[in-house]
């Protein structure tokens, strides 16, 4: 969850300075890991300026990598923080699973992990199937439920029942092993930028970083909106506390 947590403070620092910045090509390759698998993120060459007073959203040609890329940002060039949101919850989704966001490879209704993980997120008989099998159970499963809920969360279709990135780090914070000292070894500006080697889901390195991953899960964060048990149900905004 450090690798998740990391990746999100350096989201909720660019949506939350004085000219909020959209990163809007969030994707594993572009998360980078210290040897202490610290995360910071890299190439901004796609960020763009978010909008600002009454403005709702920012017009731009569709541009980002295929599957990580919000569904209404793909559809309308409408670009808003809530479409990082999206790209989020697609990585946090990579790293439960174990599977990269769209793979040709697999069954042609599990090509797309969002398409084929979802609809299981919220779901308690269902979810724990989709967990990466080679974590051999060795992880929190009240852990595991509450990020499968976050992932559920940031992928909806609708981008106003996305949680806000701040959100998302205030979820994440409480599911570290040892959350009070966690917290404070990624800071906001570390989170941001710098050099290291590239977030790849699939190959031997990742799935160790997996492991840690979700060994490391704990059980002391929940959702708290207006719909607490996060069950499905309508397209209302909830904000992962």
Known sequence: ????????????????????????????SNILLDSDYTAKLSDFGLAKAGPQ????????RVMGTYGYAAPEYVMTGHLTARSDVYSFGVVLLELLTGKKSVDKTRPSKEQS???????????????LQIIDPRLESEYSV???????????????????????MSDVVETLEP??????????????????????RPLVIG??????????????????AGCRSAN????PGPPTACRVR
């Open 1 to 28: 969850m450090r690798i998740a947590l990391g990746a999100a403070k350096g989201l909720a620092f660019l949506h939350n300075a004085e000219r909020p910045v959209i990163y809007r090509d969030f994707k594993t």
């Open 53 to 60: 007073g009454d403005e709702t959203h920012v017009s731009t």
């Open 113 to 127: 992990l969002v398409d084929w993980a979802r609809p299981k997120l919220n779901d308690k008989r269902k979810l």
């Open 142 to 164: 009240r852990g595991a439920q509450k990020a499968c809920s976050l992932a559920y969360y940031c992928l909806s279709q609708n981008p106003k029942a996305r949680p806000l």
């Open 175 to 196: 599911l570290q092993s040892g959350s009070s000292s966690c917290a404070n070894e990624v800071s906001l500006a570390s989170s941001l930028i710098g050099v290291g």
């Open 203 to 220: 190959n031997h390195r990742a799935i160790q970083m997996h492991h840690k991953f979700v060994q490391t899960v704990g059980a002391g």
């Open 228 to 231: 607490p048990s996060c069950s």
